[in-house]
C-alpha cells in the first residue's frame, strides 16, 4: 500500500513541474479610424460611445479599441505584460499650446492590440486614455480575458 502512494505521490509531482504557465507574446497594433491617413472622410462620423472588444480564439487575443476624440490628435500607443495583466495605455501627445494639434471636429480613433499566447489562462486586462488638455489618465476598461 505504501510503495502505490508513494508512485502516486511522485506522479503527481511531475505533472505540476511540467505545466507551465501560459505567456502572451506582443505580435502589434493596427491603429485604423482617424489614425488613418485616409481620415479625412471619417471626421465628425462617432459611435454614442467609446467601444471596447475583446476577442480570445484559439491562441490570438485582440484588444480593440474605439474612442471618440478631436481630430488630428496625435496618439501614441503602448502595452506592458505583467504577471498575469494586460495594460494598455493611449496617450494624446498634443504640447501645449494644444490648438496647434487640434481640427474643429470629432473623430472615431481606433487601436486593436494583438497578441499571441502560449497555454490556457486568464488574462486581466486595464485600458488607459491620457489627456494632456485634461492632465489625467482615464480609465475606459478594465477586465478579464477567459
Known amino acids: ?12 509531482q511531475k505533472n505540476e513541474v511540467n505545466e507551465k504557465p501560459p505567456t502572451l507574446t506582443y505580435v502589434e497594433t493596427e491603429h485604423g479610424g482617424c489614425n488613418s491617413p485616409f481620415s ?5 462620423i462617432l459611435l454614442k460611445n467609446d467601444t471596447v472588444g475583446v476577442s480570445n480564439q484559439n491562441d490570438s487575443i ?6 471618440n476624440y478631436i ?11 505583467k504577471n498575469d495583466s494586460i495594460l494598455i495605455a493611449i496617450k494624446d501627445t498634443c504640447p501645449n499650446p ?22 490556457q489562462g ?6 488607459e486614455l491620457f489627456s ?15
Not at 479625412?40 to 465628425?44: D, I, P, T, V
Open 1 to 12: 500500500m505504501l510503495i502505490v502512494i508513494a508512485f502516486t505521490l511522485v506522479l503527481c
Open 40 to 44: 479625412a472622410q471619417l471626421k465628425s
Open 62 to 67: 485582440s484588444i480593440f479599441v474605439g474612442l
Open 71 to 81: 481630430c488630428c490628435a496625435p496618439f501614441q500607443s503602448k502595452y506592458e505584460i
Open 98 to 119: 494644444y490648438h496647434s494639434c487640434y481640427c474643429r471636429c470629432d473623430c472615431y480613433y481606433t487601436f486593436d492590440f494583438k497578441f499571441i499566447q502560449s497555454g
Open 122 to 127: 486568464n488574462w486581466h486586462y486595464k485600458i
Open 132 to 146: 494632456p488638455i485634461a492632465a489625467m489618465s482615464k480609465v475606459i476598461q478594465e477586465g478579464t480575458i477567459h
